[in-house]
C-alpha cells in the first residue's frame, strides 16, 4: 500500500483519471483560446471594413454636398435667366403697342410738319408778294 492507504493502482488510475480531466480542461482552454482569437480577428476584420465604410461614406458626403452647391448654383443661374427671360417676354407682348404708339407718333409728326410747311410756304408767298409790290412801287 502506499500513501494514504491507497495503492500503486488506484493512485495510477486517480492519475489518469485526472491527467484525461486536465486534458480535456486544457483542450476547453484552448477552444475557448482559439475561439477568442477567432472572435478578436473577426472583431479586428469587422471595424478594418467599418472604418473603410466610414471614410466611404464621408467621401461620398463630401461629393453630394459638393454635388448640391454646384446644382444650387445652375438653379440660381436658371431661375435669373426664366426671370429675364420672362421679363423679356413681358416686353416683347408690349412691342405691339409701343409700335402702335411709334406710328400715332409718326403720324402727329408727319400731320404737324405738313402744317409747318404750309405755313412756311404761306410765309414765303407774303414776303415774295411783298418784295413785288416793292419793286413796283
Known amino acids: 500500500m502506499g500513501l494514504f492507504g491507497r495503492s500503486k493502482k488506484a493512485r495510477q488510475a486517480e492519475l489518469d483519471s485526472m491527467r ?20 478578436r480577428e473577426q472583431l479586428e476584420a469587422l471595424l478594418v471594413r467599418l472604418n473603410g465604410l466610414d471614410a466611404r461614406i464621408v467621401q461620398v458626403g463630401h461629393e453630394v454636398t459638393h454635388q448640391l452647391g454646384e446644382l444650387s448654383g445652375d438653379i440660381d443661374t436658371l431661375s435669373a435667366r426664366s426671370n429675364q427671360l420672362a421679363s423679356d417676354v413681358g416686353e416683347l407682348t408690349a412691342l405691339p403697342q409701343v409700335v402702335d404708339g411709334v406710328k400715332s407718333d409718326q403720324a402727329r ?22 418784295l413785288t409790290k416793292r419793286r413796283s412801287a
Do not use: G
Not at 484525461?20 to 472572435?39: N, R, Y
Open 20 to 39: 484525461a480531466q486536465i486534458a480535456a480542461i486544457s483542450d476547453q482552454v484552448q477552444s475557448l483560446v482559439h475561439s477568442e482569437t477567432s472572435q
Open 109 to 130: 409728326l408727319a400731320n404737324e410738319q405738313a402744317r409747318y410747311e404750309i405755313a412756311f410756304r404761306q410765309d414765303l408767298a407774303e414776303i415774295v408778294e411783298m
